[in-house]
């Protein structure tokens, strides 16, 4: 008795060792980039929303009017819009603070340089298809009216900024054109297509109802989107 109880014993443990394999094959079956898109935080490109200005950073301003402000309430909006259509969309501030405070990194004393590089070093963290800045324009003059969109010197950020900008045109019934920003650092610096919106000028009186009003903001938003959107279905 004693006997074939030791004989079945063995054999189930034989028979234990010989599937092992086959359930460590089965496993091994799953490739290593499926485990691990699943587990990544962000598994698709996505549009960079860049809210300019922040926190100490007020921007240019009129009265009391802080362009930091208008940009985060139009960013806002192009955020929740962007998502509504299905895009995969990160906003980079969503209250009022500077981005140089996040920034433990750069040895820069400079609080602007720091500003700068964490808001560029956001695009290379994450996967990032493109980048559209947020910002609020002043002209010398009062006349001087209208979004105003500002591109890399690359062809796939030129197209991004004319397909905006006529969006923009047919908001505030104008004929602005783009231009290269030479000057600016994220457009220097980020490595995919990238813009930066000038939305309208404050120093013009009906710009500024538009960029002040929760209506005239939507309305900037949806330009922008309609743009980004006219520019991903021609690549």
């Known amino acids: 008795m004693r006997t074939s109880l030791i004989v079945i014993t063995i054999l189930s443990l034989a028979l234990c060792l010989l599937t092992l394999p086959i359930y460590a ?10 485990r ?6 962000f598994p698709h490109d996505v549009i960079l929303i860049d809210a300019g200005h922040g926190g100490i950073d007020g921007g240019t301003s009129y009265g009391d009017i802080l362009e930091k402000d208008i940009t985060l309430e139009i960013s806002r909006r192009l955020f929740m819009l962007l998502r509504s259509e299905g895009y995969h969309a990160v906003l980079n501030r969503d209250g009022d603070y500077a ?5 433990r990194w750069h040895r820069s004393k400079s609080r ?7 808001r560029k070093q956001l695009s290379s963290e994450i996967p990032t298809e493109l980048v559209v800045s947020i910002h609020v324009n ?9 979004g105003i969109v500002l591109h890399q010197a690359e062809g796939r950020s030129f197209l991004l900024a004319q397909s905006i900008q006529r969006q923009l045109n047919h908001l505030y019934t104008k004929s602005n054109r783009t231009s290269v920003g030479k000057p600016f650092y994220l457009l220097n610096t980020i490595k995919v297509p990238a813009v930066i919106v000038e ?8 710009d500024r109802e538009k960029l002040c009003s929760r209506d005239g903001q939507m309305r900037i938003a949806e330009a922008i989107v309609d743009g980004i ?7």
């Open 138 to 146: 002043w002209g010398k003059s009062s006349s001087n009216s209208g």
């Open 99 to 103: 981005l140089s405070d996040d920034n």
């Open 112 to 118: 602007h340089r720091r500003d700068l590089a964490q």
């Open 25 to 34: 094959d089965n496993f091994q079956q799953e490739p290593e980039d499926s």
């Open 229 to 235: 959107a006219d520019y991903l279905t021609t690549l």
């Open 199 to 206: 939305t309208g000028f404050l120093s013009n009186p009906h």
């Open 36 to 41: 691990s898109n699943q587990h990544h935080p």
